[in-house]
């Protein structure tokens, strides 16, 4: 599966975006799919996941009740819908994909994805 990662910019603190993720190549329900940031000299960390129906989600910590995680099927895409931003969630942001359809064990580990999207600039101003 090939992921392109769309949406990002610059915003205002207190500000909204929301990140798109297009999946092209295979069945797009076949993958659970996560969301992952690198801030420039960190590792790549969690943010969000979800399963192959978008019926079973999960959040950081430092997002929860800030961040929406949402998939469409039907348009073979992923969203993130991120508001009340803070300049701590600069980063680059990364859509990826793994043959696991539930939220099983792992789906916090960047290392458990085999699919990953270029990813998409977040910058955040105070």
Known sequence: VQLQ??????????GSLRLSCAAS???????GMGWFRQAPGNERDFVAAINW????????DSVKGRFTISRDNAKNTM???????????????YC???????????????????????????????
């Open 5 to 14: 990662a769309s949406g990002g910019g610059l915003v205002q603190t207190g």
């Open 25 to 31: 190549g295979r069945t797009f329900s076949r993958y």
């Open 53 to 60: 129906s978008g019926g079973s989600t999960d959040l950081s």
């Open 79 to 93: 969203y993130l819908q991120m508001n009340s931003l803070k300049p701590e969630d600069t980063a680059v942001y």
């Open 96 to 126: 990826a994909a793994r043959a696991q359809i539930w939220m099983y064990s792992g789906y916090d580990d960047p290392n458990k994805y085999g699919y990953w999207g270029q990813g998409t600039l977040v910058t955040v101003s105070s």
